[in-house]
């Protein structure tokens, strides 16, 4: 069973970066077929992510939400279905997958080499405000991710052309995702609170891993204050949106290079 896991997770892996190959090489030929080819690779590798989880959480017998690997595996998966529901919406473009895509394939090879443990879960762990806590960090990073792409495009456009969306829709684009990346930050941070309070017996402890989340959550509110305050449009918010991005990152995968944390993280 724990051998049919590895298999599912390496092939969502390999087609996630297939679904990246052919979404870049349609986008640049601008061939509707091949981007075609390019979401119903994503459908499948989403498809195979999911077997993964499930088998997962049979194996271990608890949710996939405790140790790095789950984190990352659940976290992934979690960002990919907010891109696959918005993109169904029609609220956001394939060539935004040029970015979610490729941090979430290796996002999910770092969760692998963190090593896959299948032990009980800790009492420590059994709260549904953990849960919580993990599906609002998800879903928060998801929206980020979407709007870091947009970001990315405002200050990379492609040449003139073709189906890509202008530069006023990736503004808005960018925009819409902060405000939803940003509501699902503020929920994290609170239902974490609530679980610390239950653990350790504090809302708030000054944890690196706490610390540098409210650094990402007040990045991000400085963004929705400079739009709509300061007039920061294209360049000087796509720039905010990507520094947001980056200091999430530090918060989920970086903060051990700054010292011990008591928080679990991927």
């Known amino acids: 069973m724990r051998g049919i896991e590895i298999v599912f997770l390496w092939g969502a892996v390999f087609l996630y970066a297939l679904t990246f190959a052919f979404g870049i090489t349609g986008t640049i030929w601008r061939k509707n077929v091949i981007?075609?080819?390019?979401?119903?690779?994503?459908?499948?590798?989403?498809?195979?992510?999911?077997?993964?989880?499930?088998?997962?959480?049979i194996n271990s017998g608890h949710p996939p939400v405790t140790d790095a690997y789950e984190?990352?595996?659940?976290?992934?998966?979690?960002?990919?279905?907010?891109?696959?529901?918005?993109?169904?919406?029609?609220?956001?473009?394939?060539?935004?997958?040029?970015v979610v895509v490729p941090i979430s394939f290796l996002t999910l090879g770092y969760g692998y080499i963190s090593g896959i443990q299948f032990d009980p879960m800790g009492p420590a762990f059994q709260s549904?405000?953990?849960?919580?806590?993990?599906?609002?960090?998800?879903?928060?990073f998801g929206s980020y991710a979407i709007s870091t792409g947009a970001a990315f495009f405002k200050l990379c456009p492609p040449k003139e052309g073709g189906r890509f969306p202008g530069s006023d829709d990736l503004d808005l684009m960018e925009y819409r995702f902060v405000v939803l990346g940003f509501i699902n930050h503020a929920?994290?941070?609170?239902?974490?609170?609530?679980?610390?309070?239950?653990?350790?017996?504090?809302?708030?402890?000054?944890?690196?891993?706490?610390?540098?989340?409210?650094?990402?959550?007040?990045?991000y509110a400085f963004y929705l204050h400079a739009r709509s305050f300061l007039n920061w449009r294209m360049k000087k918010s796509a720039l905010m949106a990507i520094a947001g991005i980056i200091v999430l990152a530090i918060s989920f995968w970086g903060v051990g290079l700054f010292g011990p944390t008591i928080h679990p993280g991927p």
């Not at 981007?35 to 959480?57: M, Q, Y």
């Not at 998966?77 to 997958?97: N, S």
């Not at 929920?187 to 504090?202: F, N, Y």
């Open 128 to 140: 549904p405000w953990l849960i919580i806590h993990v599906i609002f960090a998800w879903l928060a």
């Open 35 to 57: 981007e075609k080819i390019s979401d119903w690779l994503l459908g499948i590798a989403f498809l195979l992510h999911t077997v993964t989880g499930v088998l997962h959480w």
């Open 187 to 219: 929920v994290m941070i609170i239902s974490g609170a609530i679980w610390a309070k239950k653990l350790w017996g504090h809302y708030w402890n000054w944890d690196p891993l706490e610390t540098w989340s409210l650094i990402a959550f007040l990045v």
């Open 71 to 98: 984190l990352n595996l659940t976290g992934v998966w979690i960002t990919i279905l907010v891109y696959i529901i918005f993109r169904l919406l029609k609220k956001t473009d394939l060539v935004i997958g040029l």
